[in-house]
């Protein structure tokens, strides 16, 4: 099995910073993209940022500039550095990898359980 764990979620002030967390553990060959999704009740879930396993990046269009997604020096892990926080960036934030299991397997996408951002002053 393979699983993924957020943390650093919170309640922040409007303007404020959070930094979340996420870490991949169990049977993993490898990993290619990771990344960072929210939802809010009743909206679908939205990609905030991933990050290849070779550095790529790609963020939304309203996270351009305030959000940095980084793979940490620790294996299998991402991390978002969130500035600027807005209300509206009140959400659940998941964390997301591809994952290989053996060589031979294909990459299957796996989610954390999601940690709730609240920008609220």
């Known amino acids: 099995q393979v699983q993924l764990v957020e943390s650093g979620g919170g309640l922040v002030q409007p303007g404020g910073s959070l930094r979340l967390s996420c870490a991949a553990s169990g049977s993993i060959f490898s990993i290619n993209t990771m990344g960072w999704y929210r939802q809010v009740p009743g909206k679908q879930r939205e990609m905030v940022a991933r990050?290849?396993?070779?550095?790529?990046?790609d963020y939304a269009h309203s996270m351009l500039g305030r959000f940095i997604i980084s793979r940490d020096n620790a294996p299998n892990t991402v991390s978002l550095q969130m500035n600027s926080l807005k209300p509206e960036d009140t959400a659940v934030y998941y964390c997301n990898a591809d994952v290989r299991r053996t060589i031979r397997s294909a990459y299957i996408a796996y989610w954390g359980q999601g940690t709730q951002v609240t920008v609220s002053s």
């Open positions: 990050i290849t396993s070779g550095g790529t990046t």
